[in-house]
Nanobody, 118 residues
């Protein structure tokens, strides 16, 4: 099992910045991908950014150049630095861990609200 706990959400004005954190604990091994997803009201959950166990990253086109995903392996924490936030970034942000090494598994955090509004 893997446990994920997000923190760092809140209310921010357009153009502002926030950093989300995801504390990871449990059985972390093999090849896996960790990511940040978001879900806005009335919309499907979408991938924002991901990082593999070997450090490769990818981003949704809508956040490229504004968001940065990173990990602190010593602290078992993943981050999402969000700059130049826009109202359309408003959503609940979820941390995800997907393990591809057998036994495979996928785990989600409880989510943290990010609201971008003046």
């Amino acid at each position: 099992q893997v446990q994920l706990v997000e923190s760092g959400g809140g209310l921010v004005q357009p153009g502002g910045s926030l950093t989300l954190s995801c504390a990871v604990s449990g059985s972390i091994f093999g090849f896996y991908v960790m990511g940040w997803y978001r879900q806005a009201p009335g919309k499907q959950r979408e991938l924002v950014a991901g990082v593999t166990s070997d450090g490769s990253t990818n981003y949704a086109d809508s956040v490229k150049g504004r968001f940065t995903i990173s990990r602190d392996n010593a602290k078992n924490t993943m981050f999402l630095q969000m700059n130049n936030l826009k109202p359309e970034d408003t959503a609940v942000y979820y941390c995800n861990h997907k393990r591809f090494t057998v036994p495979r598994g996928e785990y989600w955090g409880q989510g943290t609200q990010v609201t971008v509004s003046s």
